[in-house]
T-cell receptor, first 115, second 111 residues
Framework: NAGVMQNPRHLVRRRGQEARLRCSPV?????VYWYRQLPEEGLKFMVY????????ESGMPKERFSAEFPKEGPSILRIQQVVRGDSAAYFC?????????????FGEGSWLTVV | AQTVTQSQPEMSVQEAETVTLSCTYD???????LFWYKQPPSRQMILVIR??????QNATENRFSVNFQKAAKSFSLKISDSQLGDTAMYFC????????FGKGTKLTVNP
């Protein structure tokens, strides 16, 4: 399966801990997007990255959240000092080219539960 | 603000029948793309169909077709010959760089 790979699929963290979610895009894709899905909601855009660059982080909370897509290795979404409200599904997506309109392919999501 | 409205939180249809899911959106942009994604119980997001806003011809993918009315900012999804495997949440989305999603419609196909 050469699709978008996310891990872990499920992650449980206590309040105050850090969560790290990893995303390996489709081979050859250099554009990565992170979306968050709260319960009973649609997906909401968080951040758009290319290799080593953050292109658009307008959907990222101002504090505790950060994302990177290094030259080598997967993209990482990092949430510091997690709170109960961070419990959600986090979806990564990738595309071979940038916008506009290039179809993005989603991974299976990472479910974060904060207890 | 860019928004997507899916006015039907839940729908059901009998196997082999046809169902239409509605979607309206609001944007001041002229060039954008529209999508329908399916999210089955496995929770994976699966692309169903894609439409370029500058194309007047409605997109079709096998049993799935759209009715795109740009002036009305409407983008409905028609599923023909519904199958049990079509049971899922369906999300409408649009955008050019980042996608804006609706809250979804839960579709149940009954045997």
């Amino acid at each position: 399966n050469a699709g978008v790979m996310q891990n872990p699929r499920h992650l449980v963290r206590r309040r105050g801990q850090e969560a790290r979610l990893r995303c390996s895009p489709v081979k050859g894709h250099s554009h990565v997007y992170w979306y968050r899905q709260l319960p009973e909601e649609g997906l909401k855009f968080m951040v758009y990255l290319q290799k080593e660059n953050i292109i658009d982080e307008s959907g990222m909370p101002k504090e505790r959240f950060s994302a990177e897509f290094p030259k080598e290795g997967p993209s990482i979404l990092r949430i510091q000092q997690v709170v109960r409200g961070d419990s959600a599904a986090y979806f990564c997506a990738s595309s071979p080219q940038g916008p506009p309109g290039n179809t993005i392919y989603f991974g299976e999501g990472s479910w974060l539960t904060v207890v | 603000a860019q928004t997507v409205t899916q006015s039907q939180p839940e729908m059901s249809v009998q196997e082999a029948e046809t169902v239409t899911l509605s979607c309206t959106y609001d944007t001041s942009e002229n060039n954008y793309y529209l999508f329908w994604y399916k999210q089955p119980p496995s929770r994976q997001m699966i692309l169903v169909i894609r439409q370029e806003a500058y194309k007047q011809q409605n997109a079709t993918e096998n049993r799935f077709s759209v009715n795109f009315q740009k002036a009305a900012k409407s983008f409905s999804l028609k599923i023909s010959d519904s199958q049990l495997g079509d049971t899922a949440m369906y999300f409408c989305a649009f955008g050019s760089e980042k996608l804006v999603f609706g809250k979804g419609t839960k579709l149940t196909v009954n045997p």
